[in-house]
Nanobody
Framework: VQLQASGGGLVQAGDSLRLSCAAS????????VGWFRQAPGKEREFVAA????????YYRDPVKGRFTISRDNAKNTVYLQMNSLKPEDTAVYYC???????????????????WGQGTLVTVSS
């Protein structure tokens, strides 16, 4: 499956953005999908994840209550709605997909099988 991340941009603190992770070449519904981000000079870090069923969702503590991950299987797309953005949210955002997670942690980038190319989010103060 190929992933295409989009929706990034330059916004001011307090604004909102919605990122999209569109899949081609296979049904995204068969994958757990995660969003990660990487700020300059820092390692890639987990942001949010949504399982195949779209039931329970998982978030990094600093984004809880501000970000919402969702999926639209009919559109083969996973979204990350980001509200109340802060300058510290500035990063390149990547979406990843993993088919069989098993007992592995969803918040580790190494477990993901596929990655999109990233979309830049810049939040000015």
């Amino acid at each position: 499956v190929q992933l295409q991340a989009s929706g990034g941009g330059l916004v001011q603190a307090g604004d909102s953005l919605r990122l999209s992770c569109a899949a081609s070449g296979g049904p995204l519904s068969t994958y757990l999908v995660g969003w990660f981000r990487q700020a300059p000079g820092k390692e890639r870090e987990f942001v949010a994840a949504i399982p195949k069923s779209g039931g329970s969702t998982y978030y990094r503590d600093p984004v809880k209550g501000r970000f919402t991950i969702s999926r639209d299987n009919a559109k083969n797309t996973v979204y990350l709605q980001m509200n109340s953005l802060k300058p510290e949210d500035t990063a390149v955002y990547y979406c990843g997909a993993v088919g069989r997670l098993g007992a592995r942690p969803y918040d580790e980038a190494s477990v993901y099988d596929y990655w999109g190319q990233g979309t830049l989010v810049t939040v000015s103060s």
